[in-house]
């Protein structure tokens, strides 16, 4: 039987030990503020979210483990290719060709490590971190909150008293669903990715080979995402339904999916998976307020809209300084009452950010404006806009902000009359009717 034993106090706890909990205990830590980070599996383990914003590098900056990351050895990403599934049409985002400048290059990452980069450098900071032990309860009590935590190596149970909660501990939602806050309607269909990691896929030479590409079909999308020499990770999105029979297995939807892009077909003709196709689905939501009770949601744990910019780590990033930023200033106030203006202003600090890349996101998936982004007239620097935004910069500048509207407004335009050629997407697919299946025969996982 579990036990449970005294407890122990702690100004800050942090459900989660991912990118925002991560930022946020480093902050709290370097701050000399005694936070504890619970974190319920054991790090290194696998994680999905591969391709980080430039944007995201200021906060590395901030919590002091950006030469870190530097020296690990991760691919460098110096833009986005979008691309059409015959490769006739490619939008290459240099960051560097962007209207803000000091956002040329990031990194494509295994998240298994950069995730346990970052948890180390949360405990090198001051930070108490305790991996396999996970949050099983919250309970306000007066001031403060009762959290009961579980060893998941021993089964025993133990009471931790904090003064704050940042919960991040991504679409578990602990916190979101101990304080039933209300979540908000979100337009999208429901979507599914499946993917897996790859040995043996061909890159460009010299910094485009860092690039992250977006394969678009008229009804799904692809990423490649090159994670080192030798592992490029592939994924497919597409809409709940888009199975042709319930029984379709996730291996046999990516390859039917995979035949309707030749580029994406002869990409991986010699490719060797290395692992089973895992599917992530249902993750777009965002909750009404990300703060109330002394509890802050932060990363996945608060919104998550939408794999295709590469914006859910670098959001994690934002939200997980924001968040640990704004409970130092109230516990440096030391009052005993929080004004519901500070959960107000961390909410609409985040959504602006998150609004941002939300409008770019729907112009991705509305065909018709999809054609405006993949035939970009350079006039007024329309594209280096849209680039600045790609690199994460979701508080822009003036510069930025008048022509992301115009662009909208010439998507709004081109719905009504032709702005920009129409994509032909008969022409640009391969029909996979008409075409030998390109699934490789697999033995053992690994394909001939
Ligand atoms: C298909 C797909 C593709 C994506 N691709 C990208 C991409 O290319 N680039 C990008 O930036 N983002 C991408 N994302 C988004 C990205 O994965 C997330 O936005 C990011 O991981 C959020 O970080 P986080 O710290 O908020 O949460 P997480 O990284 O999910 O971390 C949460 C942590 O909390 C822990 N936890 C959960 N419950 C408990 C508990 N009860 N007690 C203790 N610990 C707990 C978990 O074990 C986990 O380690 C993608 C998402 C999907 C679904």
Known sequence: MPST???SLTDVLIIGGGPAGSTAGSWLGRQGIDTLICEKERFPRFHIGESLLPNGNGVLREIGVWDKVQAAGFVKKYGAEFTLPDRSQTVNNVFSHGIVKGREQTFQVERARFDKLLLDHAADSGCQVQQRVAVTQATRQGERWDVIVEDRDTGESRNVSARWIIDASGRACVMGRTLGIGKETIPYPGRFAVFNHFNGVP?????????????????AWFWVIPLSDSTTSVGVVAQKGA??????????????KVAESKFLSDSLAQARPSGDYRVESDYCFSYDSYGQDNVLLAGDAASFIDPVFSSGVYLALESGLLSAKTIERQIRKNKAVVSSRVYLCYTSAMKRRIRTMRLLIESFYDNKSFEVFMFP???LRIPAAINSILAGCTRPPFAVRW????FRQICALHKKRAMVP?????RVTRNPKLQPEYKPETTNGLAR
Do not use: Q, V, Y
Request: charged share 30%; hydrophobic share 40%.
């Open 5 to 7: 034993s005294h407890a």
């Open 203 to 219: 890159r460009a030479a010299g910094h485009e080979g860092g690039n992250i590409i977006i394969i678009r079909l008229k009804d």
């Open 243 to 256: 199975r042709t029979d319930t029984r379709e297995s996730n291996e046999s939807f990516f390859w039917r």
């Open 377 to 379: 007239a350079p006039r």
């Open 403 to 406: 022509r992301f509207w115009l």
């Open 422 to 426: 129409f994509l032909n997407w008969t």
